[in-house]
T-cell receptor, first 110, second 110 residues
């Protein structure tokens, strides 16, 4: 089993839709969680860190469920420009090691 | 913008030749990382550095070596390139617990 698992998609959604992705992790000692966005042939860019209490940044909301060992990303009012691959990243407690999921591809359709 | 540059951005080389990729940062960050990204895999850590002359291996370090003789530069060397090392290579720095990536180097080994 992979340490971090994501549904590869693609998720094809119309503009204005709400879409949610989940990411599961296997190591309960994982401490820090992140969502990155990666456009085709570009570097990953930090979208948001995920805090235990959940956090929101504009149209994006991230949640952490430690009991079930997953994090989620909700995108409201999807824009064409949201089309990208979303990477889930987990940092193992006490290490400099970051474990990346393989990403979930989102296509927002006009 | 985390001030990270990578060179070269693209390289085509032949099997058996040595290759060095350079990562340069301008903001004096202590921690630097080299990853490779391949289809079907998340980003995988090759080596990381926690200071000048302080480096450690990641999960896919075989066939790679690194050097960090000054804070701003982290070099990745493929001693004798193989076709399995064809990949996109990303350098990263970490600031707090968040990572920021360079633009990547696309390496093709023929």
């Amino acid at each position: 089993r992979k340490e971090v698992e994501q549904d590869p998609g693609p998720f094809n959604v119309p503009e204005g839709a709400t879409v949610a992705f989940n990411c599961t992790y296997s190591n309960s000692a994982s401490q820090s969680f992140f969502w990155y966005r990666q456009d085709c042939r570009k570097e990953p860019k930090l979208l948001m860190s995920v805090y235990s209490s959940g956090n929101e940044d504009g149209r994006f909301t991230a949640q952490l469920n430690r009991a079930s060992q997953y994090i989620s990303l909700l995108i409201r009012d999807s824009k064409l420009s949201d089309s990208a691959t979303y990477l889930c990243v987990v940092n193992k407690s006490g290490t400099y090691k970051y474990i990346f999921g393989t990403g979930t591809r989102l296509k927002v359709l006009a | 913008d985390a001030g990270i540059t990578q060179s070269p951005r693209h390289k085509v080389t032949e099997t058996g030749t040595p290759v060095t990729l350079r990562c340069h940062q301008t903001e004096n960050h202590r921690y630097m990382y080299w990853y490779r990204q391949d289809p079907g895999h998340g980003l995988r850590l090759i080596h990381y550095s926690y200071g000048v002359k302080d480096t450690d291996k990641g999960e896919v370090s075989d066939g790679y070596s690194v050097s960090r003789s000054k804070t701003e530069d982290f070099l990745l060397t493929l001693e004798s390139a193989t076709s399995s090392q064809t990949s996109v290579y990303f350098c990263a720095i970490s600031f707090g617990r968040e990572q920021f990536f360079g633009p990547g180097t696309r390496l093709t080994v023929l």
